[in-house]
Every structure is written in C-alpha cells, then in structure tokens.
C-alpha cells in the first residue's frame, strides 16, 4: 500500500495491491500529482512466518502525461466544436428547433450521468466482473491479442475465455483510455457517459423518425434515457452488457417500423436494413440474452405482419438486415459458436436454476418513488426494502392509456376516434387516417408485447411450469436469470407507445398531410379540436416522471449507495467470475492460484518465464515415457507449444483441473513456447468483419455525398 | 341485444365451461389423504444438529387441504405441525403451520396446494413433550379448492362481461366523454389505493390481526349455528369466546366471512374485502358528489380527493382499521342526504332522509365511534342551520331519518348499551387514561409528502393529515383574492356596467362546509382540550371509546371532498372563458396533487412494510383482541390458556364437551354444601344454562366469576345431571332485534309502495 499524508487531497491514486502466494513479484500503478519525499509503502502480512520482502522498484511512466494529452485534445476538440457550431450558426442560421433538441438533449445526457460525477462507482452486484472485463481487454491489447479472446490476467493469470463468450468490442473504449493512463473507475464512468450519449442520440434519431416529430423524439429520448430500468441496470446493478444493449434497442424498433411500414417503392426505402443490421450487430456484440429476447420478439412480429414480410422488397431488406449483422459480427460469432459447440462450458450445464421467485409483483412495476434498495431479489423477502426493478408508473399509465385508447374503439381505422361511433369508413376523413395510419399500429403492437412482456415479468408467470417441460426450455429459462429482463423490450416498446398516445392526442381532430411532413421536420399538423388537453397532460406527466421518478431515484442512488474508488485493476483483485459460466464444466475454481508449473514424472523444467499467457521454457523429459508440464493456465482449445529451436509442435491438452498441459515425448530437451494462436476460420471471419464494416462505411459517406450532391444540383 | 350476445359467443362459451367444470367439482367429497399416529413420526435431524419430525405424503394434487390434528398435549408443553415440501413451482404450497397447546384436544387448519406437490410432508416440532401426545394426525382433500375456482369464475364471467358492457356502450356512443373518463379514472384510482396489496403478501396494521379475528369469530359462528346474529364469537382468548359481535357491528365483515367459508385463506379474503371497500368508496363517492354537484369532473375531483386522501390510506395499510375504513365509505351518502334535506332539492334516486338513514345505518354497522361522532356532528350543523332545521318540512325530515336509524339499528345499538350498562369492562379502565395526547400535531398536519409514518409525533407521524391537495385547496380558496375573482359570477360582464353583481352559487356552501370543516380539524389535535372533556360527566367512556381525536379526521376528509367537489363547481361558476381554462388547470393541477401525494405514500407503504404471508388462520392466535376494550375489568390477555373445565374439591364431572360457546357437561355433587365449577368461556352476561335431567335445586350462574373471569356455574349439594350452557343474549335482545326487523320490513314496503305510485303517476 502506497501513501502520503503531505500531498494535496486526491493528490496521490492508489488502491495498493495483494501480493498473493504462488507470485515472486508484482507491481502496480500509483497516481501521484505532486512531488513529495515522504511517499510510505506499507505492506500488511497475515501469514504465519516472517515476510522477506525484495527489491521495491518505483518507476516513473508517462502514462500521467499521456492521460493529461488525452485531456487537453478532448476538451481542445470540444472548444473547437462549440466554435465551428457558433460560426455555423452565425453563417447559416441553425434552427431554434435543432438548437432546442440539442439543448434537450444536452440535459438528458447530463441529468442520466450524475451519479457517473462523483467520482466513484455504485458496487453494483456486477461491477467488479465488468470492471474486470475492461481490464481484460487493457490486458489482452497488452499482451498482443487483437481482437482479444482471452483475458490473460483473469482468475489468478490463469486466463479466462470470457472475451469468447461475452463479446468486448465496445469495451475498448475504456480499456483504451486504461491504456492511456486512466484510472479503472474514471474509465469506467466516462464509458457509462458515452452509453448515456448514444441511447440518448440514438434513442432520438430513432423515435424522431417514427414520429416525425421532434418534441416527440426529445420526450421519448428523455423517458427512455431516463427510464428507472436502465438506471437501474447501468448505473445501479452495473449489468453493463445489458444496459449497453438497451442502448441499440429504438434503433432496431426504427428499423422495424421503417421495414414494415415504409412505402416500398421509395429509392430510400432499399436502406431500411442498415438501421436493423446496425442495431442488431450493436446488440449481439453486446449482449447475446438480449438479442435471444429481440430475436424472439422479431420472430412474434413476423408471424404477425407475415403478409408484410414476404413481400419481396420487405423480405429483402429484413434479409439485408440480418445478413449485415450477421456479417459485421462475424469475428465474434465464429469463435462464439466454435467454443459453444466443441468446448464443455459451464453455462451449458446451468438448467437447474429458477427464476419464477425472482418475478416481480404488479405493484412493483408501477413503483414511482424508488430508493436505492437492499433486497435484489425479491422472492421471501417481497418488495420490502427492493431494488428498482420495475418499469416505473410512466410506463404503466403509458400501457393502461394506450389499452383504454384500444379498449374503446379511439384506434380503431373506421371509427371516430373522440365519439367511437361509427363513421363513415371514408378514407379521406382525418380521424379514419389517423386511426388507420401505421402509428397507431405500432401502438398497438407495442402495448401488446409490452403487456406480455410485462405479465411475463410478474412471479406469477409460470417460468417453473415452462422449465419443468424439457431440457431446451430448463435451458433457456435458466439463462434469463432474472424475469425482468424482458422489461428491457417493455421499456422500449412502452416509449414508443407514449409516443404513439402523444402523436394520437396531438393529431386526434387534425389534419395529416403525410406529403407534407418530412423526417427532418416537424411538420406535424396542428389540431384543431379534439385532445390537446391530453397532449399537455402527456407532456405534464412525462416531465413529472422524470422528476419525480428518475430523479428521486438518481438522488437517492447517489446517497445510499455504497460507493467504490478504484484507481488500478490490481485493487480489486484477479479471482472474480460471477457464475463462472465460462469455465470448462468440472474445473475448481478454488484451485486456480498462483502457482509455478506442474512436471510429470521424470520432466525436470529449468528455466521458466509467463508474461501474461505467454509461457517460455526449457524442459526436458528424461524417462522412457511420455510426460508432461502443466502451465497455470486454463486450457481452452487453441493453445499452442512449439520447441524454440526446430519448430516442432507438442501436443497440448487439458491437464489436471483443466489447465494446459504440454505433452513431452520420451527423451525430449528444449526450450518450449506455449501461446494462444487463433484459429484460420477465426481470422477469416475477422477479415470478413472488417472488410464488411470497411464497405458500410464507405457506402454510408459515399450516399451522403451522394444526397449532398443531389442538394447542391437542386439549389443550383 | 342478439348482435350483442353473437358477437360475444365464443366468451361466453368459455365462461359457461369454467363455471360448469368448477361446478362440477364441487360435489367432490372430502377424502383423506393421509392419516397417522404420532408416534409413526421419522426423526429428521438437520446438520446443525436441530431435529424434526417427519410423515411423508403422498402426491398432493392442488386443491385445500385440511389437516386435523388431534392431541393430548401435557402441561406447559406444545407442539407445532406444519405442511411443508422439499421442492416445488413457485409458492405452490401455501401453508403457515400452527401450534396445537395443553388443554386443545384438537386443531384444524388448512393449507393451499396450487400446483402438483410431489415432495410434501408433515413437520412436526416438539416443546417439553413428544411425538406420542398427538394422537392422530389426519390430512385430506377437501372440495374448498372446487369452491374457491367457482367463486372466481363467476366474478372472473362477471368482470369480462361488465368490461364488455362497457366497451359496447363506449362503441355505440352510449358513454360520453366525461363519462368515460371518470370511469377510467375511478378504475386506475381503485387500482392505485389499491397498490400496496397488488403483492402475494400483506402486512399486519396495528388493528389487522384484530379484525382479522373478527372474521374469523363471524365465520366460525356461522358454521357452528345457532346464533343468528351472531354474538359471541367463540375462538377469541383461547376458546373462552369474545363478545365482539356484540360491541363491534359485523354486519359487512360477513363478506370476508363468506369468502372464508367458501374456502380462501385468511390473506386472499382480507385483501378482497379490502379491494371491494375501496371500490365500493369510489363508486359511493362519485355518484355522491355526483348526485350533489351535477357534475361530471366536480365529483370526479371530490372523489380523488376522498379515495386518495393520506388518512384513508393510512386506515386501509397502516393502522388497518376495518370499522373505520368502512364507514368512510359511506359518509358521502350522508352528505348526500343532508344536502337534499337542507337544500330541498330532490334529484333521482332515495330522498334526502333515506340517504342519511342507510349512510348512518351502514356507518354504525362499521365502526361505533364514527357513528357518535358523525351524529353529534350532524347535530352541530342542525343547529348552526336552525333557521333551515325548524322548517317544517326539514325537521320532519330529520326528526325521521334520526328515529329511523335507530329504530333500524336496534339490535345492534341496544345490546351493546345494555352489555356496558350491566357489567364493567376494560373500556371503563381506559376512560381514565385521556386521549388528548394522541390528538395530532399542527406539522403533521401540514405535512406535504404523506409516508408510512412511524407512530411518532411531528414531522415523521403517521400520516394523519387531509393532504397538500386540501391544504392547496383552502389557501387557494381563501386567498384568491379580494374582490375574488370567483366570488362574482355569472353575469359578471354586466357588472362592468354598473349592474348588481349575482352572487356565486356556491360561495355560501363553501363558507359553511370550512365553518365545520376547521373547528373539527381543531379537535382532531392535541390542542383540544379533550382529556378536560373527559373529566366532565358521562363524558368519560365517550371519549375512551373514541380511542384517539385522529378519528375525526374521517369526519374531515369527507367534509373536505364534498368542499373539493363544490369548489370545482365554485370554480366552473362563471362565463369567462379565460377564467374557465384557468379553473380547468387548477383542478388539473390540484389533482395531480393529490395522485402524486397518493402515488408518494402508497409506495412509501409498499416500500417500508414487512412481509407475512398468512394462509392459515390458527397462525394469528386468539389473542389480538385491539385494545381490549370490552374485555371484563381486571382481565388481561396473558391470563388466558386453554383449558377444560375446573371444579372444586369433590365435584365430579365427565362427558365435557365443547363446541363454540356451546358447553355440555355432566356434574355431580355428592356432597352437602354448594360446589362451583369454572368453564372455559368468557364470563359475560348473557350465558344461559339448562340443567337436564334434574334432581332437586338446578344450578345457576353465579355473579361472581371465576379465574380471570371465567363462567362460573354453582352446583347444589346433591345435585347430578347434564348441563347444558350457551349463549343467549340479556333480555332486551330478541325485542331489539324484532323492533329492527319490523323497522326494516316497513321501510321497505312504504318504499315499495312508493314507488309503485310513482309509477302508477
């Protein structure tokens, strides 16, 4: 432990490290802002005999300068974007609207990052296993691995597939800044900034678009953003897979609704796919439950709309979409699929568990004023003292307005929506087109699944009953964890239902120009008569949910919460792996330390080197029989040993407790390389990745220079 | 109607299936499951070296259960069973155990098996005995679970075709607007009140376990038969029995009664009941204020600010005063009949006079204390209106409505005065102690966010207070400004022309309602110098009875809604345009007052309270008797045990047998002098015993009773025969209850009469 007593508040970052048995050295990293000569390291020691200690090393990086570089650039490209903004709006007049939606937009980001600007972390139950996820990469990118499958330093530098399984790709982001000289938690908070960013941008764009209406898109960004859910889940719980999949979730939502209700014969129409390809790669490579629950929710949509589906074009561009997901996760599913299938992995063993007892009840989906919490789980200990695990009262009033809506014949196409009576089925009548128009289909849908999902989300639903059928069903039930993960989809599809009840009370009485309102502007008719008492109601209660629900709940977090401050990934240790759902079934997990490597019978090792999972060493088996050296290292398929010298290749299997064992022939001298290489099928989907996204990209700037072009030849 | 009926074909198809199905089920005999001894009981120990006894059981299929326990359990020993299995679908075994105790030669209790049970099992602990004192232990499968899915699928059949009614009435215009919205409006307020509950759980209020027993007192009575009504209910204190049904009105407890015969745990049924009160109070108060107002949206803000004021929620969750909570209810029809008698206006529907009389009938069948105060009340405001009150017309009016009442409520009212007139009870004890420090205080009063409360005083009180909406209400009323700008109305264009302004309509129903509102709020305090009131005569158990001045408050939230719903109309009463969209966003904003206040509290509830989950009703014991009022003085709870009858030296009995408050004894005294015997029952006047086959002078009750007031019968010397001993009630009950029966039949035959010559006309 490394302290000073002189420097300045915060003037020295450290959390020390555990020198465990099984190492000879260690070594961490200390932020140290002011020059001090009475710098103290301390050492603790609980064993029995006297501790030796060695040589103590302290070494100047210019990993501090590198962090403040980083610094001085972000904030010098933010003062050079807010002066191109200002000249821009100075030469070309930007909108008061866009300004507004900026602004709007602005807030939501920041109101949803204040528990990040403390300065620490909430402990959530899954914070350390995703911090360790975020070391992991730091440590893979270190060790050479790219793109990284095994964090090396995991379970005591045994390395552990969890890259494999869990896909890592958007978590480079705070592992670069690791790289870079950020402390753990800073790059760990500026990471949930950025998912705060892009759910409120994308959930914007997505619902902006739906809409066609700006204030609508702000008012669903700032719910979904904002949600109780995905506080909870980012912020709270720290389930970073799932509350970075939430963030992908409104743009598939638009890509759906475009697909399904676009006009096909529009030219823009062809590019329907990338909103689904984009947002289902963004949604696999961060969290395959997720995309398990999309892709059944996608499944339940088809089979509705089947008729929309396989028209060609439609068909085609849905196809598009999943082939370019497919595609641009390619790197991540070959390896995925490989190890799921060849290797005997834990998870595929967790079918006994239930989760029917950790369901909600119906007053815990309409809970309003959350508090932090202390009983996640609900079951014996009802919703006393619970975590927030609902949907929110915003979301439940959204449902019961939309089902009263439906109820009463408002969104049926043929029916006057303000008397219910019947009128005359005459499409040119406002209120026949309001209730016919694909708006209110998407209301319907939305309060549909959103209702299943929230009954499925209750300890009512009978998830024991449907896990007891078969060994597929136990399987599947089993890995849903917890029922309320459904309402990550309820909290979508309900946004976009309280935009469709807003859309209806601003419309109901109005006039729609479908040619007339455009995606870049709002343009929606103005009522005449009809609900704008509604419509402001909707507003008032979208602005009190946020306040008094979000914001109670973000205010309370930030106080009860138990707060953690963690500069270097040593503090919090190397052992922690959740469930361990990526350990070959059988292994001990107690077992994996520090520890040297294991000869077989008559093997003598001479000298031996491990950088990360790296071994070198020489070797040799004396008897008459095949032995072995067994590394501290998991086995995994894909290791590697090679004899230095001539290149000859030894066999590598899984040793005792699943370690890597080295296969020595009789007689065997030499220095031996044992190392992780990919396989070829593994690198070809990476280069197909790459070549795919590569290709995207250049056709996204292509069109737009395209659509630029096009302009300019207009206004010419 | 045929469209109708077609439309909805495959519906009720369905719903004829299930009810037949369940239908069918019902005619299911009890048959037994299992049946042990004692001492066939498998010791199970646990690794932390604990033990149990165990008997396995046979696949359980789901229905109720009734497991039958019969015991001989030594002195200071008990034993506790229980029906618990090692694995199964979520909750699908619902059963909480009981303890079977010296002196309870057998115990009942059921237990709730929703989905197939495989893994089931009797677990049976031990405390200073063993397995051998249970004698038999019998469990079987009775037709309760056929009963309970029958019951649901009529009121599911019910519910699906009102919902349909309501949607073909909303299809064909049938339903306006505001119609429209005060019915979604009173569903999602029901459904809101009505959150703490929406859990597989409950918690116990202060008052719950008491009520709960109530229940339970009532549904065993009705089983066993004999007293109808109900009078003394058998369960409570150990078997000794418990005059409940004489001092607290059942009348509407039946429900939850009868929902506990028909087979549903002890939970289910309260929390029915307590969703059906909640409903039954929307629907009274909205077509209360309704009737009054003539208004659509000003009842529907009196009825938010009635159903979601902290103080009712507070009774339902916190306190969890049944009698209370439901004489709430019915307050607003007493408003409503006072409104018609005073103001003479007569809309459809019963007249002013049979409003107050059914509201103050189904307020003194819920709650005493309510009722006294609701009529002094009454009477408070016949007098400040004495000008109105001695009309001819209005005195008669009222002058019926009060005779009506009690002639109507006899059986009940006169039993109760004539129990407390003959005999001392605990309440007596109590009239000593002063209430005036449980009054409330003026921060708790004002305060905005209502929480659970943790019985504290102050800021952190239980949420003994009308609400920010009220308190937003009266500051907007009172400081609107002078000249207010609500204060003239219609035709106030004209008075810019120098034309005499008509005054509000409502201005002077709002001034009076806050001249009785505000002098009540005074008394609902501890400033109120209520322990000085008590000192004078006669004073004293009236005020004991009351228990706290915070029960007022029931008086002034209803006042305070009936104020809301007339301020809306004050609001509404001009031809400004302007001033009526203002009118519209306060109450807009007043109402997302008291929902947001209302949402703050009912979470704060759901959030702070602990979790019981009772299924079985022996779990709760027989000795929540509240505050133990009508307990005879000098008794205390910890008095009692079970036990069976205790003679003097030399009297001899046997044949004792017990069945509710029914005794039947065989006694003999061979000696020369007169011998007493105690019997296990509460010593309340009332009890009547028969001597059968007699031989010289019969026994009698004595005045004097036993240990902790037991019944105590003397036995003359040489004297053997049966006895037979139950309750009958004093004197005056049979004519009390003939008069109410006589009361009752002419109301409803002058009203039968009446209406038939409104017809005829």
């Keep these: 432990m490394v302290s000073d007593d002189t420097v300045f508040t915060g003037g020295l970052l450290t959390n020390g490290d555990q020198f465990y048995s099984g190492l000879t050295k260690t070594g961490f990293y200390i932020w140290l802002f002011e020059s001090t000569d009475q710098l103290k390291v301390s050492a603790s020691y609980s064993g029995e005999e006297l501790l030796e200690t060695g040589n103590l090393t302290i070494t100047e990086t210019s990993l501090l300068w590198t962090m403040l570089l980083t610094i001085i650039l972000a904030v010098a490209a933010a003062v050079l974007c807010v002066f191109i903004y200002i000249l821009y709006d100075r030469t070309y007049q930007i909108e008061k609207a866009k300004k507004n939606v900026f602004l ?613 | ?214 229940i339970e007192g009532l549904k065993d009575t009705l089983l066993q038969g004999g007293q109808f009504p109900a009078r003394m209910q058998s369960g409570w204190l150990y078997g000794h029995g418990y005059g409940a049904s004489i001092f607290y009105g059942d009348l509407f407890l039946l429900f939850p009664a009868l929902l506990r015969i028909i087979g549903f745990s002890m939970m289910t049924a309260y929390k029915i009941f307590v969703l059906a009160v909640i409903g039954v109070t929307a629907v009274i108060t909205y077509t209360c204020f309704g009737k009054c107002t003539k208004n659509t949206y000003s009842a529907l803000f009196g009825t938010i600010l009635y159903l979601m004021s902290p103080y009712l929620i507070y009774n339902y969750y916190v306190t969890g005063e049944a009698g209370e909570f439901l004489a709430m209810a019915f307050l607003p029809l007493i408003c409503l009949g006072m409104y018609r008698i005073f103001t003479g206006i007569h809309g459809k529907g019963f007249s002013g006079k049979m409003l107050v009389i059914i509201g103050l009938t189904c307020v003194m069948q819920s709650h005493m204390p309510t009722f006294v105060l609701t009529s002094i009340l009454l009477t408070a405001v016949s007098l400040i209106l004495w000008k109105l009150t001695f009309r001819r017309e209005t005195f008669l009016q009222l002058f019926q409505a009060a005779a009506l009442t009690l002639l109507l409520n006899c059986w009940h009212w006169l039993p109760l005065l004539q129990m407390l007139g003959k005999d001392r009870y605990v309440l007596h004890d109590l009239a000593a102690n002063g209430i005036q420090s449980k009054g409330t205080q003026l921060s708790g009063l004002l305060q905005p966010f209502p929480n659970m409360g943790n019985a504290g005083n102050g800021y952190v009180a239980e949420p003994v207070i009308m609400g920010t909406a009220v308190l937003l209400m009266f500051i907007l009323y009172l400081f609107s400004g002078s000249p207010a700008p609500w204060k003239q109305s219609v035709g106030n264009k004209s008075a810019a022309h120098g034309q005499s302004t008509p005054e509000n309509r409502y201005g002077r129903l709002l001034l009076l309602l806050l001249c009785i509102i505000l002098p009540v709020i005074i008394m609902s305090t501890r400033y109120f110098p209520w322990d000085l009131l008590a000192g004078l005569p006669g004073l004293g158990l009236m005020t004991a009875a009351l228990g706290s001045p915070v029960q007022l408050l029931s008086l002034v939230t209803v006042l305070c809604a009936m104020f809301g719903a007339f301020f809306a109309m004050w609001l509404y009463e001009n031809d400004c345009h302007q001033r009526k969209i203002a009118a519209r966003g306060i109450l807009i904003f007043l109402s997302v007052t008291a929902i947001g206040g209302t949402v703050y509290q009912v979470n704060d509830i759901a959030y702070e309270r602990n979790v019981i989950r009772l299924y079985t009703a022996e779990n709760i014991g027989t000795t929540n008797v509240g505050r133990s009022e009508f307990m005879i003085s000098g008794t205390g709870t910890d008095d009692y045990s079970y036990h069976g009858p205790v003679g003097e030296e030399g009297l001899e009995y046997s044949g004792y047998s017990k069945n509710g408050v029914n005794i039947s004894i065989h006694v003999k005294n061979p000696g020369d002098s007169e011998l007493h015997l105690e019997l296990p029952l509460t010593g309340y006047k009332g009890y009547r015993l028969e001597g059968m086959g007699a031989s010289g002078n019969l026994p009698y009750i004595t005045e004097t009773r036993g240990a902790h007031a037991d019944l105590r019968i003397a036995v003359p010397a040489g004297y053997e025969g049966t006895l037979e001993i139950w309750y009958e009630g004093l004197k005056g009950f049979p004519a009390a209850e003939w008069i109410s029966l006589i009361t009752l039949a002419g109301i409803l035959v002058f009203l039968i009469y009446k209406r038939r010559k409104a017809c005829i006309s």
Excluded at chain 1, 162 to 189: D, E, H, K, M, Q
Excluded at chain 1, 413 to 434: T, V
Excluded at chain 2, 157 to 185: D, E, P
């Design chain 2, 1 to 214: 109607m045929r469209e109708y009926l077609k439309k909805y074909v495959l519906i009720y198809f369905v719903e004829m299936l299930l009810i037949v199905s369940a239908f069918i089920g019902c005619f299911q005999k009890e048959e037994t499951v299992s049946s042990i001894k004692g001492q066939e009981l498998v010791l199970v120990t646990e690794e932390d070296g604990s033990g149990y006894y165990k008997s396995e059981l046979p696949n359980l299929s789901p229905g109720v259960y009734r497991i039958r326990v019969n015991a001989a359990i030594p002195e200071d020993a008990s034993a506790y069973v229980g029906l618990e299995c090692e694995t199964s679908t979520y909750n699908a075994l619902r059963c909480n155990g009981a303890a079977i105790f010296q002196g309870q030669d057998f115990m009942e209790m059921e237990a709730y098996v929703l989905d197939t049970v495989d893994t089931g099992f009797m677990k049976c602990t031990f405390d200073q005995t063993d397995p051998i004192s249970l004698t038999d232990l019998t469990v079987s499968r009775t037709n309760r679970g056929s009963v309970v899915f029958l019951f649901c699928a009529i009121a599911g059949s019910i519910l699906v075709n009102l919902i349909l009614w309501v949607r073909t009435r909303i299809l064909t215009g049938k339903m306006n607007t505001g119609q429209q919205t005060a019915f979604w409006m009173l569903l999602l307020s029901v459904g809101l009140v009505y959150f703490p509950f929406a859990t597989d759980y409950f918690d116990l209020g202060k008052e719950t376990a008491f009520h709960l027993l109530r």
């Design chain 1, 104 to 716: 709007g937009l602005s807030v939501i980001v920041i109101l949803s990052s204040i528990p990040l600007m403390l300065g620490t972390s909430i402990s959530g139950g899954d914070l350390i296993y995703h911090l360790h996820r975020i070391e992991g990469v730091k440590d893979g990118l270190l060790s050479g691995q790219f793109p990284v499958r095994l964090e090396p330093e995991w379970v005591h530098g045994h390395g552990y597939a969890n890259g494999i399984f869990y896909c890592n790709s958007l978590l480079f982001f705070p592992a670069v800044l690791r790289l870079l000289g950020f402390p753990i938690t800073a790059s760990f908070n500026l990471y949930c900034m950025g998912l705060n960013i892009a759910t409120a941008l994308i959930a914007y764009v997505s619902f902006e678009k739906i809409f066609r209406s700006r204030v609508i898109g702000l008012m669903c960004s700032a719910l979904y953003t904002l949600s109780i859910f995905r506080i909870y889940k980012l912020l709270v719980v720290v389930a970073l897979g799932e509350g970075t999949a939430l963030t992908f979730l409104p743009l598939i939502l638009y890509g759906f609704y475009t697909a399904l209700t676009g006009d096909i014969k529009d030219k823009k129409y062809k590019d329907t796919w990338i909103p689904i390809a984009l947002g289902f790669a963004g949604l696999v490579q961060a969290h395959v439950l997720t995309t398990e629950i999309t892709a059944v929710l996608v499944a339940i949509l088809c089979v509705i709309v089947w008729k929309r589906v396989f028209r060609r074009e439609t068909f085609l561009v849905l196809a598009k979409g999943a082939a370019g997901a497919a595609l641009a996760s390619l790197w991540y599913l070959v390896p995925f699929l490989d190890y799921y299938i060849r290797e005997d992995i834990h998870i595929k063993y967790i079918s006994d568990r239930t989760i029917q007892e950790r369901g909600l009840y119906p007053a815990q989906l309409a809970f309003n004023y959350w508090k932090f919490g202390t009983n996640p789980l609900g079951g014996e200990a009802g919703m006393q003292h619970s975590h927030a695990q609902g949907l929110g009262l915003i979301f439940v009033v959204t449902f019961c307005v939309a089902a009263i809506l439906w109820f009463s014949g408002r969104w049926k196409a043929g029916k006057n929506p303000l008397s219910g009576s019947e009128c005359k089925a005459d499409k040119s009548d406002m209120e026949y087109h309001i209730a016919g128009h694909p708006i209110i289909a998407l209301g319907k849908f939305g309060t549909a699944i959103g209702g299943a999902l929230m009954l499925m989300s209750l300890v009512i639903f009978p998830w024991d009953k449907i896990q007891a059928i078969n060994g597929f069903t136990a399987s599947m039930v089993s890995s849903i964890q917890f029922p309320n993960r459904l309402l990550g989809w309820g909290t979508a599809l309900l946004t976009a239902v309280f935009g469709c009840c807003i859309w209806y009370f601003k419309n109901s009485g109005g006039k729609i120009d479908e040619n007339e309102v455009s995606a870049s502007e709002d343009k929606s008719p103005k009522a005449e008569t009809g609900n704008k008492n509604f419509y402001y109601a909707g507003v008032i209660c979208m602005l009190l949910a946020i306040a008094a629900s979000s914001m109670y709940y973000i205010d309370y977090t930030s106080r009860d919460s138990v707060q953690l401050k963690l500069y270097n990934g040593e503090g919090m240790g190397f052992g922690y792996i959740s469930g361990a759902e990526y350990l070959i079934e059988g292994t001990d997990e107690e077992e994996l330390f520090y520890k040297p490597p294991v000869a077989g019978r008559d093997v003598v090792i001479g000298s031996y080197t491990k950088k990360y999972l790296h071994v070198k060493m020489e070797c040799s088996n004396t008897g008459s029989l095949d032995s072995y050296v067994e590394l501290p290292i998991l086995y995994y398929t894909g290791y590697q040993a090679v004899e230095s010298k001539t290149g000859q290749k030894l066999k590598v299997v899984s040793g005792e407790n699943n370690v890597v064992r080295v296969l020595l022939p009789p007689g065997f001298s030499g220095s031996v390389e044992v190392q992780f290489v990919s396989p070829i099928h593994w690198r070809i989907s990476e280069i197909i990745s790459w070549v795919f996204i590569a290709g995207v990209i250049l056709l996204l700037v292509f069109k737009r220079h395209k659509t630029q072009a096009a302009a300019r030849r207009q206004v010419q």
